[in-house]
């Protein structure tokens, strides 16, 4: 048994007990001992979700990160099946160096294929590819009460569209078949644009999205006044020359989680202003690797004790695009008011390619995403605030980053909720189903 299982946030604290998969052909007995003991459980692969819903009701999970084996690749095609536990960073080792490129990636390759499929979670490229679901092919299903389940558009489609950000709550993925995208390069040519304010930002995606393949937005989240919402915009595409070679970096780590937060008011302005200035020109023009552009927070591992011990909690939502202006510039206001914000603000247009899945986060239109450290009276006080804006702008929060919505709020931002309720497994429940509609 793995003990102290949590989500990245640490918030709620609410430790897992978990209990390994070491094969596939273990993974039903190992379900059924579990559920048996303790009514209902949830796979959790690399704990990288960021609030609860990578928790078991139960506080017992079934730890699938140990099913992290390739089992069938075809590299003319760029058609590839592992297990659910493996990593995105394990797929990129064995598919850069043969020109094949994940289609979506996150802001971390450490979420296993598993997790990707259950958060159907998205990248910089939104607004070209869509989310993760729309490059999935297949998938094994297991359930609690019936034989398992190989789920695709033509097979079982109505458990494949339940399961792609289903929260793995409609069974146990064991194994995924997604298709890659191929490149020439394994870097990244990058252009960053320095602007001063939320209405530069529009203007910039609105002329430049279109345009290239991947594009984000860093934004200084203490900023007010005129400046409210200034940043730098960098919008990058894979290189069509050089060498597929894998990034090599020295990793560092947060050794020890600190008593309290290192993140304070001071040190956010102070890193918002350098890391602002930092970029004296308006447009600079570079080649990164991917491990750059994609995952800048991957090279300092374990960065979440960076907030201490109380954790913290993220705040990411999505705008439809008619009302984006009005309501990101009111959630700015919000943050900067309210005396804390975020070292890492997220900003970014998504585009409108419907996901395959019921409950996909991105719409189109635009989304922010904030990390803010545990204080449960103030972030209670400011994200009654942020959730009103995004709800009167009929946006919505994402379930996969998320540890306060309300039930009210999840239920109208998903009203296919009850679709997935009627397909979950008994077997299956988390801490932020249960939260959301079980109350």
Not at 28 to 47: E, F, I, K, P
Not at 82 to 94: C, F, K, M, N, R
Not at 377 to 384: D, P, T
């Amino acid at each position: 048994m793995t003990r102290a299982l949590r989500s990245w946030g640490r918030y709620p604290d609410c430790p897992q007990a978990g209990h390994p998969a070491q094969w596939r052909d273990d993974l039903q007995a190992v379900w059924d001992r579990v559920a048996s003991a303790n009514g209902t459980t949830l796979a959790y692969g690399n704990g990288r979700s960021y609030g609860d819903s990578c928790l078991a009701a139960s506080d017992q999970v079934l730890h699938t990160r140990p099913l992290d084996r390739l089992i069938a690749a075809d590299w003319q095609s760029g058609v590839l099946r592992a297990e659910a536990g493996t990593t995105l960073d394990e797929i990129l080792q064995v598919a850069v160096p043969r020109g094949w490129m994940l289609p979506v990636t996150p802001g971390t390759k450490y979420v296993t294929l598993g997790g990707a499929v259950a958060n159907d979670v998205h990248g910089k490229n939104h607004h070209v590819r869509g989310t993760f679901g729309r490059h999935v092919r297949r998938f094994a299903l297991l359930r609690s009460e019936r034989a398992p389940l190989e789920c695709s558009p033509e097979a079982n489609a109505e458990f494949f569209a339940a399961t792609i950000g289903g929260l793995g709550l409609t069974g146990v993925i064991a194994w995924v078949e997604i298709q890659l995208m191929p490149i020439r390069s394994s870097r990244i040519a990058v252009t960053s644009i320095r602007f001063d304010n939320l209405g530069e930002f529009f203007a910039l995606a609105e002329d430049l999205d279109s345009k290239h393949e991947y594009s984000v937005a860093w934004i200084d989240c203490s900023s007010r006044g005129a400046a409210l919402g200034r940043g730098i915009f960098m919008v990058g595409d894979h290189a069509q020359t050089g060498g597929l070679e894998l990034p090599v970096k020295k990793k560092r780590t947060v050794p020890i989680t600190p008593p309290v937060s290192l993140i304070n008011p001071l040190t956010l302005r102070a890193f918002n202003t350098l890391y602002y200035q930092r970029q004296q020109r308006k447009t600079v023009y570079s080649e990164v690797d991917y491990d750059s552009y994609f995952y800048p927070l991957d090279s300092l591992l374990e960065w979440h004790r960076i907030y201490g011990k109380r954790g913290f909690q993220q705040y990411q939502c999505v705008l439809p695009q008619a009302r984006s202006r009005d309501a990101m510039h009111a959630i700015l206001e919000a943050i900067g008011n309210s005396g804390t914000g975020s070292f890492l603000a997220v900003l970014k247009r998504c585009g409108g390619l419907a996901s395959p899945g019921l409950l996909s986060f991105p719409m189109e239109g635009a989304s922010l995403a904030l990390d803010f450290p545990q204080h449960d009276e103030r972030n209670r006080v400011l994200f009654e605030q942020l959730d009103a804006i995004v709800r009167e702008a009929g946006g919505r929060i994402y379930p996969a980053k998320d540890a306060h919505m309300s039930a009210r709020d999840f239920q109208r931002a998903y009203p296919q909720w009850h679709q997935l309720e009627a397909l979950r497994d008994p077997a299956l429940m988390s801490r932020f189903w249960q939260r959301t509609t079980q109350t």
